[in-house]
């Protein structure tokens, strides 16, 4: 429904706008979360295990489904920021000013951000899992490339909207 609308606004033919909900459908959501998943089921199940459990427990392993149910759950908020309250506010984002470019990188980082920890939160529920303060690691990539973003004047809705609709 999000890129329905992101089409009727923005987009120029009946093809185009069908080539950008199956891709803001099937890449955005399902492969770049089969690669994500796949990369937090890596490497919850290769490194963050714990290794040295008492005798009455039993080695467990993370499901990979887990993995995308995390990734699914994590994508609802991101999608309700990036996708609806960005289309809302993007006749103010998508200007030519310092002020849209700041609250433009802003918006993407609290987005980004908040679906890291979200991340955190659903590996960092299994007792099996130790030293999942890793999935954080993103979050601390985004406040050190913010003042850059911001300093350069770089608008991630323009540049977005951009790929997406030419």
């Avoid at 295990?49 to 005798?55: A, D, H, S, V, W």
């Avoid at 994590?74 to 999608?79: D, K, M, Q, R, V």
């Avoid at 506010?89 to 918006?107: D, I, M, Q, R």
């Avoid at 590996?123 to 099996?128: E, G, I, K, T, V």
Wanted: charged content about 10%; glycine content about 4%; proline content about 4%.
């Amino acid at each position: 429904m999000a890129a329905t609308a992101y089409c009727v606004t923005f987009g120029d033919n009946l093809w185009h706008s069908l080539l950008t909900i199956v891709s803001a459908v099937v890449v955005d959501c399902l492969l770049l979360g089969i690669a994500i998943a796949t990369a937090g089921w890596l490497i919850a199940n290769r490194f963050l295990r714990k290794k040295n459990l008492p005798q009455h427990q039993v080695e467990q392993h993370l499901e990979w489904l887990y993995a995308f149910d995390v990734h699914c759950n994590s994508y609802l908020p991101l999608f309700l920021l990036l996708y609806v309250l960005q289309f809302l506010v993007s006749p103010f984002l998508l200007w030519k000013s310092f002020l849209s470019a700041t609250l433009s990188c802003v918006l993407y980082a609290v987005s980004l951000s908040y679906y890291h920890y979200l991340n955190f939160l659903g590996y960092s529920a299994l007792p099996f899992l130790e030293r999942t303060e890793v999935f954080l690691w993103p979050i601390g990539l985004i406040v050190l490339a913010l003042p850059f973003a911001v300093l350069t004047g770089f608008n991630p809705a323009r540049f977005v909207l951009s790929i997406y609709f030419g």
